[in-house]
T-cell receptor, first 109, second 112 residues
Framework: SQQGEEDPQALSIQEGENATMNCSYK?????LQWYRQNSGRGLVHLIL?????REKHSGRLRVTLDTSKKSSSLLITASRAADTASYFC?????????FGAGTQVVVTP | DTAVSQTPKYLVTQMGNDKSIKCEQN?????MYWYKQDSKKFLKIMFS???????INETVPNRFSPKSPDKAHLNLHINSLELGDSAVYFC???????????FGPGTRLTVT
């Protein structure tokens, strides 16, 4: 079974709105990463949050981690059409790396 | 300059054939990976190589064999291709194992 599971599976918003997606996992982790995949391309690393961190920011991205609930969220603020992509969380559990199935985000102008 | 490159980008072949996918990274990273992404976009790690040594083989059939001639290259050879092997295969690399991976553009393999 998958370690990380993203929610929702798909998200459609308008430019300027915020997009929030969640990742839940089952076992304890060293860190959690978020990646973006544009259609037909490879994944691009966005942000990493370690198990002892609760929140990180990078530009318009904000990631939170709640290890007690085994969940993370990715917030994209002031979305743009270029943010249209699939977003994946990846969990690292002491040498075992697993990706979720992704959240597909569509941002319409 | 492309950081992680893969060839070919598309590969169409018949069942039973043997094929290879090549990967090169110019980032000086010590660890390289192969992933398989299925039609539902689920991404699964197949192999990880750290400085030319295999450190993960995630229950991949032995028809799949990674070859690393040096730490900048990790090729994937597949024997006796099956319909279920159809997927997109991604190569990736990172300086530290599992962290901040750089992905190649992918190779779409179609087995007919």
């Amino acid at each position: 079974s998958q370690q990380g599971e993203e929610d929702p599976q798909a998200l459609s918003i308008q430019e300027g709105e915020n997009a929030t997606m969640n990742c839940s996992y089952k076992t304890s982790i060293n860190n959690l990463q978020w990646y973006r995949q544009n259609s037909g391309r490879g994944l691009v690393h966005l942000i990493l949050i370690r198990s002892n961190e609760r929140e990180k920011h990078s530009g318009r991205l904000r990631v939170t981690l709640d290890t007690s609930k085994k969940s993370s969220s990715l917030l994209i603020t002031a979305s743009r059409a270029a943010d249209t992509a699939s977003y994946f969380c990846a969990t690292d559990s002491w040498g075992k790396l697993q990706f979720g199935a992704g959240t597909q985000v569509v941002v319409t102008p | 300059d492309t950081a992680v490159s893969q060839t070919p980008k598309y590969l169409v072949t018949q069942m039973g054939n043997d094929k290879s996918i090549k990967c090169e990274q110019n980032l000086g990273h010590d660890t390289m990976y192969w992933y398989k992404q299925d039609s539902k976009k689920f991404l699964k790690i197949m192999f990880s190589y750290n400085n030319k040594e295999l450190i993960i083989n995630e229950t991949v059939p032995n028809r799949f064999s990674p070859k690393s001639p040096d730490k900048a290259h990790l090729n994937l050879h597949i024997n006796s291709l099956e319909l279920g092997d159809s997927a997109v295969y991604f190569c990736a690399s990172s300086q530290v194992e599992f962290l901040e991976q750089y992905f190649g553009p992918g190779t779409r393999l179609t087995v007919t």
